[in-house]
């Protein structure tokens, strides 16, 4: 199972970025993907949710209405687009794929590699 994450940079607030999670090793269509983040000294966080079936979304109040999650079963890649990008945003961001519908980090069973954003103010 491998998980490419990609697209992070330096972005000035208010900006937007796009993120893409690239899978292989797995039947894609089968699992939910999971966007999660960790700041300097923070805990990882979820950050968006997407299930296997009907894309069901799920995401962390801070940044509904700014970022959205969507997949293509074709290309076996899951994107989330931030809008509307906050310092407060800053973090290396991975993807994660589980067997279950959840946003809690230790029930993803494998993990990419994580892209770094960075907002400035």
């Known amino acids: 199972v491998q998980l490419q994450a990609c697209g992070g940079g330096l972005v000035q607030a208010g900006g937007s970025l796009r993120l893409s999670c690239a899978a292989s090793g797995f039947y894609f269509d089968d699992y939910a993907i999971g966007w999660f983040r960790q700041a300097p000294g923070k805990e990882r966080e979820g950050v968006s949710c997407i299930s296997s079936s009907d894309s069901t979304t799920y995401y962390r109040d801070s940044v509904k209405d700014r970022f959205t999650i969507s997949r293509d079963n074709d290309k076996n890649t899951v994107y989330l687009q931030m809008n509307s990008l906050k310092p407060e945003d800053t973090a290396v961001y991975y993807c994660?794929?589980?067997?279950?519908?959840?946003?809690?980090?230790?029930?993803?069973?494998?993990w990419g590699q994580g892209t770094l954003v960075t907002v400035s103010s």
């Open positions: 994660a794929v589980t067997g279950w519908w959840t946003r809690m980090p230790d029930q993803y069973d494998y």
